[in-house]
Nanobody, 115 residues
Framework: QVQLVESGGGLVQPGGSLRLSCAASGSPFSINVMGWFRQAPGKQRELVATITSGGSTYYHHSVKGRFTASRDNAKNTVSLQMNSLKPEDTAVYYC?????????WGQGTQVTVSS
């Protein structure tokens, strides 16, 4: 019943920027942690960033200083501003929401960083 819908992926040149958005719907409970994972071809899924309902954030060291997570609790949305993108950032990015100790996932959106 809980649904997360992602948008904002695409093709961008190295050094460029993209902004991913994720909207959660259908939850009768408040959302605790929201965040982003990514999975590149041939690699394990990797935690990129998380943000709590109180605004506390975590970033993987590889994106620290380049990516910024934010959320709008009233709208149950989370965004990931990605700046200074590198080819190594190429992956499918998945939105995460944690509700009553259960995890819910978006469908994923492709981010490709290439010249």
């Amino acid at each position: 019943q809980v649904q997360l819908v992602e948008s904002g992926g695409g093709l961008v040149q190295p050094g460029g920027s993209l902004r991913l958005s994720c909207a959660a719907s259908g939850s009768p409970f408040s959302i605790n942690v929201m965040g982003w994972f990514r999975q590149a071809p041939g690699k394990q899924r990797e935690l990129v960033a998380t943000i709590t309902s109180g605004g506390s954030t975590y970033y993987h060291h590889s994106v620290k200083g380049r990516f910024t997570a934010s959320r709008d609790n009233a709208k149950n949305t989370v965004s990931l501003q990605m700046n200074s993108l590198k080819p190594e950032d190429t992956a499918v990015y998945y939105c995460l929401a944690t509700i009553t100790n259960r995890e819910y996932w978006g469908q994923g959106t492709q981010v490709t960083v290439s010249s």
